[in-house]
């Protein structure tokens, strides 16, 4: 079930969720304005990401919806030492998360608070960590070729495994 009919099913929990999800997103637009520029189409592609995501409901939807904060945030002209980068970066797992949720299971089915409590504290985890190593990266910067691809690299592989140990780990 896709598009419209999906809105007549959906449970109410799940559009808490997306409705946190478009809050999120208006933050995140917030840090990109406050960064660099405000880019009006950059904002009317993430509220019709996310709109995509609220309707649809599929990966696509939710790909839509990251790919357009993603966009925005490049187009916004931030300078890559930018603080409001960690609050970015934060406000993206949570969006991504929320919505994955959201999208996940049944769209009648209430989303279950104990699911939701692990859901929501592991990507607190991930935020904060995401959030740490931004912040050494942005101290060092100007001591050391932060630029460089092997740092990107390990940095984002660093990422990707806390993302597959927090995914892979038993429900506390």
Same mark, same amino acid.
């Given at each position: 079930?896709? =598009?419209?009919? &999906?809105?007549?099913? *959906?449970? &109410?929990?799940?559009?808490? @969720?997306?409705?946190?999800?478009?809050?999120?997103?208006?933050?995140?637009?917030?840090?990109?304005?406050?960064?660099?520029?405000?880019? !009006?189409?950059?904002?009317?592609?993430?509220?019709?990401?996310? *709109?995509?995501?609220?309707?649809?409901?599929?990966?696509?939807?939710?790909? *839509? !919806?990251?790919? /357009?904060?993603?966009?925005?945030?490049?187009? #916004?002209?931030?300078?890559?030492?930018?603080?409001?980068?960690?609050?970015?970066?934060?406000?993206?797992?949570?969006?991504?998360?929320?919505?994955?949720?959201?999208?996940?299971?049944?769209? /009648?089915?209430?989303?279950?608070?104990?699911?939701?409590?692990?859901?929501?504290?592991?990507? @607190? =985890?991930?935020?904060?960590?995401?959030?740490?190593?931004?912040?050494?990266? *942005? @101290?060092?910067?100007?001591?050391? #070729?932060?630029?460089?691809?092997?740092?990107? @690299?390990?940095?984002?592989?660093?990422?990707?495994?806390? /993302?597959? =140990? !927090?995914?892979? &780990?038993?429900?506390?």
């Amino acid at each position: 079930m896709t =598009w419209w009919p &999906r809105l007549a099913v *959906l449970d &109410r929990t799940r559009i808490v @969720a997306y409705l946190s999800a478009a809050a999120a997103a208006l933050a995140f637009i917030g840090c990109a304005t406050a960064a660099g520029h405000v880019v !009006f189409w950059g904002a009317l592609l993430v509220m019709l990401g996310w *709109l995509g995501a609220l309707v649809d409901g599929s990966a696509a939807g939710l790909v *839509l !919806f990251t790919g /357009a904060l993603v966009l925005d945030w490049i187009v #916004s002209d931030t300078p890559p030492t930018t603080w409001w980068a960690l609050p970015a970066a934060a406000l993206l797992a949570l969006i991504w998360s929320v919505c994955v949720l959201a999208g996940a299971g049944p769209h /009648a089915a209430a989303l279950p608070p104990g699911l939701v409590r692990v859901w929501l504290i592991r990507t @607190a =985890w991930l935020a904060a960590g995401c959030c740490l190593l931004g912040a050494l990266v *942005l @101290a060092a910067t100007g001591r050391i #070729s932060v630029g460089s691809p092997g740092l990107a @690299a390990l940095a984002l592989l660093a990422i990707a495994g806390a /993302a597959v =140990w !927090f995914s892979v &780990r038993g429900a506390d």
